[in-house]
């Protein structure tokens, strides 16, 4: 196989992997690399969830206690909005620490988890987030503290 298939090939699955569909989607393990090069992922943290509740019938708000930054501003203190009938996305556990990939959310998603009607800027996790490679925080560095 060419170098030029090869990366037409996965230049195909990444803008399938990010696409936001409700229909079934097919996750890779996500790279440091990737995610820090990856312009659609605004945000790459690690923190543990503190808090979680529903905001809609199928969504829902995990807060994070934030400890360290990789990519983007995050507070020390995060809401995610979860949107549960988007394809591929994490469940947070409250008690349970995450590295966490955020974008902001399109207005569909805002709707689902309740939030159409926020003039706010409201966060969701990237489609696929949950597979990570396994070495991603060695991978990532130490990063940065959380403003």
């Known amino acids: ?12 699955a990444v803008a399938t992997l990010l696409a936001t569909s409700p229909a079934h989607a097919e996750c890779f393990v996500l790279t440091a690399k990737f995610v820090m090069e990856e312009k659609s ?30 990519k983007g501003s995050v507070p020390k203190r995060i809401d995610l909005y979860v949107w549960e009938l988007a394809s591929e996305v994490p ?14 959310l399109t207005y569909t998603a805002k709707e689902g988890v309740g939030m159409a009607k926020s003039d706010a800027a409201v966060f969701g996790p990237v489609q ?4 990570l490679d396994e070495n991603i925080v060695r991978d990532l560095g130490p990063g940065e503290s959380p403003k």
């Open 41 to 70: 992922i605004e945000m790459v943290f690690s923190g543990t969830v503190v808090d979680v509740t529903r905001t809609a019938p199928a969504g829902y708000r995990a807060t994070f206690e934030v400890d360290h930054v990789w």
């Open 128 to 131: 696929c987030s949950m597979a």
């Open 91 to 104: 469940q947070f556990v409250p008690g349970q620490r995450y590295v966490a990939l955020a974008q902001h």
């Open 1 to 12: 196989m060419s170098v030029r298939s090869r990366v037409v090939g996965s230049a195909i």
